[in-house]
């Protein structure tokens, strides 16, 4: 090791200062070498680093000297543990030497032997990133998909060998020096199915493309299932930037796009965005609007209102082969489900998400019927605004 410098004196000691500071602190001895060290990368807030040695303990009182001058240890997180006798090896105490980046344990044994430590620590700026490569096939029904693990370390220490564990895929071996970065193929998996979805959100894009100087195009992502049956599904997907490619037929590939892919856990799906496509056009309008329930103040004035609503959105596909387009609607403040011509699901209270198959060349119409409920009017309607990241709405 590099940074960290560890020592330790076994039983009692003598001091025999000549003119030296009764103050001073004794100089231990050089603690052995690590035998093995872990590196958890599973926490994305801190590090946390286990090594363990092999300590000469004798009967009686030890003490061990832990320093770190240079490297990014959180003092706090500290500790040490006996594995072999840990009935018979106790911790009395620890000291912290004054404007020194070191610590003292003063343990006790029952007998001299052998004892094999574990010393833990968190450590900071040490950090990991997850990376993709999805490529397409010609025909865009699977990937081939590639998993990258970047290691990075700048918290002041070498690491000759370590076991590094991500919660994601195997355990690896790998030695990570001060200010090296690492990258790393993490895992590969071939042949993934694929299925094409279009996103259309009516909160994002216009409700009437033929208005638009230039066609509006319709989002599009590769849509990978997290599970067995998908050759996925044995650990969570983490996130991080997926580039996606695909094969041109001539034996090279052509490059489609780069999103951030989300957190996947087992059975869920990822998204990757590969690009708009201008061959499939929605119209959204407002046919019909109706206040019902009515209630008034005391003057006859409305206060209180329901809004029977009734909407309607147009999908039409230009393509020459069927597509699935999600249509994403949002709905605001108190209200409740009328009738809909599609079945959906609910992302959140005001977020729906409708998944419409439109064959080549055809049209499909999502018609939406809902009640609004509980609007206030004239001098109330601020208990119809919603807060929504920190603004009123």
């Not at 044994?109 to 574990?118: D, G, I, P, Q, T």
């Not at 004035?301 to 147009?314: G, L, P, S």
């Not at 387009?325 to 809909?340: N, P, Q, R």
């Amino acid at each position: 090791m590099k940074m960290i410098r560890s020592t330790f004196t076994l039983g009692f000691v003598t001091l025999l200062l000549c003119g030296a500071s009764l103050h001073a602190r004794t100089k231990l001895v050089t603690l052995p070498d690590r035998d093995a060290t872990t590196i958890r990368l599973d926490n994305p807030t801190a590090t946390l680093v286990q090594e363990e040695r092999t300590l000469n303990l004798q009967k009686g009182h030890n003490k061990i000297d832990f320093s770190w001058k240079g490297v990014r240890i959180d003092p706090d997180s500290i500790r040490i543990r006996a594995l072999s006798h840990p009935e018979d090896v106790t911790l009395l105490s620890v000291s912290y030497p004054p404007d020194e980046d070191a610590l003292v344990w003063k343990i006790h044994s029952e007998k001299a032997w052998e004892e094999n430590v574990r010393i833990s620590y968190l450590l900071k700026r040490i950090d990991n990133l997850v990376t993709y490569k999805a490529t397409a096939d010609q025909d865009e029904t699977q990937v081939n998909l590639k998993s990258y693990l970047v290691l990075r370390n700048f918290s002041g220490e070498d690491f000759a060998a370590a076991e590094c564990i991500l919660n994601y895929g195997e355990p690896f071996q790998t030695s990570i020096q001060h200010q090296e970065t690492k990258r790393m193929l993490f895992f590969r998996k071939d042949s993934v199915p694929i299925k094409k979805v279009y996103t259309w959100d009516e909160a994002k894009k216009p409700h009437d493309p033929d208005k638009q100087d230039r066609a509006v195009g319709i989002p599009l992502q590769y849509e990978l299932n997290n599970t067995k049956e998908a050759s996925l599904g044995q650990q969570a997907l983490w996130n991080g930037k997926a580039r996606i490619y695909q094969h041109d037929g001539h034996g090279s590939t052509i490059f489609l796009g780069e999103d951030n892919a989300e957190f996947t856990p087992v059975g869920d799906k990822m998204e990757l965005y590969v690009g708009d496509s201008r061959d499939i056009a929605v119209t959204q309008q407002r046919m019909k609007s109706k206040k019902v329930n009515i209630r008034r103040d005391d003057d006859g004035n409305i206060t209180v209102y329901d809004q029977r609503i009734h909407e309607y959105a147009k999908i039409e596909n230009f393509k020459d082969e069927a597509v699935t387009l999600t249509v994403v609607e949002h709905i605001k403040g108190e209200w409740e489900a009328v009738e809909f011509s599609h079945d959906y699901e609910r992302k959140n209270h005001r977020t729906l998400k409708f998944h419409i198959q439109v064959p080549a060349g055809e049209e499909k119409t999502l018609n939406m019927r809902y009640l609004r409920k509980n609007l206030f009017t004239g001098g109330y309607t601020k208990f119809n605004r919603v807060k929504r990241s920190g603004q009123w709405h």
